[in-house]
Nanobody, 123 residues
């Protein structure tokens, strides 16, 4: 079993920055890729970013590329999402996920999810 706990969300103005954190426990964290997804009200969950188990590889949705950075600290069992130049359309609940089987862009391919953290960006 894996437990994931997100934190760091909040209400900010457009153009601001936030850093989300995801604390993992229950398995050898460094063996697994980690991802962030988000879901806005009335919309489907969408992929945001993924980092490979070693941290050497990162992948992003086109909508956040150049603004968001995913990273991890395997010694601390943590994964982060640095979000810069936030836009109102980034408003969503952000989730971290792990234990990937298949395409990293598809949420149904992840076994474990956190409870989410709300990010609200005002215009």
């Amino acid at each position: 079993q894996v437990q994931l706990v997100e934190s760091g969300g909040g209400l900010v103005q457009a153009g601001a920055s936030l850093r989300l954190s995801c604390a993992a426990s229950g398995r050898t964290f460094s063996n697994y890729a980690m991802s962030w997804f988000r879901q806005a009200p009335g919309k489907e969950r969408e992929f945001v970013a993924m980092v490979t188990s070693s941290g050497a590889g990162t992948y992003y949705a086109d909508s956040v590329k150049g603004r968001f950075t995913i990273s991890r600290d395997n010694a601390k069992n943590m994964v982060y999402l640095q979000m810069n130049s936030l836009k109102p359309e980034d408003t969503a609940v952000y989730y971290c996920a792990t234990n990937l089987r298949g395409s990293y862009r598809r949420g149904e391919n992840y076994e474990y999810w956190g409870q989410g953290t709300q990010v609200t960006v005002s215009s």
